[in-house]
C-alpha cells in the first residue's frame, strides 16, 4: 500500500533586492583626482624662495 506525502509548497524564486549603490558605481570612470605634479611644484619653489630670502638676510659667516 503507497504512503500518502503531502504535497511539496511552490518553490518561488524570489530575485534578490537590488543594491541601490551598484547602479551609480557603474556609471562613475575610475581616473586621476587632480593634477598633484602642480601643488608640488609650487611647494618646492616656495621652499626654495624662503630657502634663498633666510641666505640672503642671514648670511651664515662660520669658517
Not at 500518502?4 to 509548497?9: D, I, Q, V, Y
Not at 587632480?34 to 638676510?57: G, K, M, N, P
Amino acid at each position: 500500500m503507497p504512503q500518502f506525502t503531502s504535497p511539496r509548497p511552490l518553490q518561488i524564486k524570489l530575485r534578490k533586492p537590488r543594491n541601490p549603490m551598484v547602479a551609480p558605481a557603474l556609471k562613475r570612470q575610475a581616473g586621476r583626482h587632480q593634477s598633484a605634479t602642480d601643488a608640488h611644484a609650487l611647494r618646492q619653489q616656495a621652499r626654495l624662495e624662503l630657502r634663498r630670502l633666510l641666505r640672503d638676510r642671514f648670511p651664515d659667516d662660520s669658517p
